[in-house]
T-cell receptor, first 117, second 114 residues
């Protein structure tokens, strides 16, 4: 099956610094990747849709300048949390669709736990 | 707009029992896909089963099966012979054909007791 990896699995950073999270599709080329945020015991909240070679599409209410998304290649999308604050602490998950399939399911990375101190 | 509703925040059953998780959805589209995802304590999202709306036959994957009622917009998940490893959050999700975004329900926390 399709495998998506994320790095790092957990990161602690100080308030005011930036942190980058990588999402890679390991055995397929992903033209579209998705970034989600998940609070404890809650559902996944879509933050943005990342398209290779073009600007990401952000969901309403998500700050584009705070959550920078770059999809520079067919196997890598990155999420940079800029000037992080404690309220940005959360679990971030990426996913990708396998292009050319008609089934529309998404394959998810293992997630990254971000703690801002 | 699509919506997905899971009305059971938590469920708990004994090992080997059968359990059914409920999901209802709302869409004005005729072509769409439905999914159940599992998120165990590791928090890795795992696809459990998918159903194409144009298919009348209910999808089955080993111990997992769905009851897809298109007219009622209902998509329940049945887990037979439940195992301890089935303990997880279960999310129902949908996507309309041609769109990209998955719409998730609120989730049901399922606990399988020994």
């Amino acid at each position: 099956g399709a495998v998506v990896s994320q790095h790092p699995s957990r990161v602690i950073c100080k308030s005011g610094t930036s942190v980058k999270i990588e999402c890679r599709s390991l055995d397929f080329q992903a033209t579209t990747m998705f970034w989600y945020r998940q609070f404890p015991k809650q559902s996944l909240m879509l933050m943005a849709t990342s398209n290779e070679g073009s600007k990401a599409t952000y969901e309403q209410g998500v700050e584009k300048d705070k959550f920078l998304i770059n999809h520079a290649s067919l196997t890598l999308s990155t999420l940079t949390v800029t000037s992080a604050h404690p309220e940005d602490s959360s679990f971030y998950i990426c996913s990708a669709r396998v292009p050319g399939t008609a089934s529309y399911e998404q394959y998810f990375g293992p997630g990254t736990r971000l703690t801002v101190t | 707009a699509q919506t997905v509703t899971q009305s059971q925040p938590e469920m708990s059953v004994q090992e080997a029992e059968t359990v059914t998780l409920s999901c209802t959805y709302d869409t004005s589209e005729s072509n769409y896909y439905l999914f159940w995802y599992k998120q165990p304590p590791s928090r890795q999202m795992i696809l459990v089963i998918r159903q194409e709306a144009y298919k009348q036959q209910n999808a089955t994957e080993n111990r997992f099966s769905v009851n897809f009622q298109k007219a009622a917009k209902s998509f329940s998940l049945k887990i037979s012979d439940s195992q301890l490893g089935d303990t997880a959050m279960y999310f129902c999700a949908s996507v309309i054909q041609g769109a990209q975004k998955l719409v998730f329900g609120q989730g049901t926390r399922l606990t399988i007791n020994p």
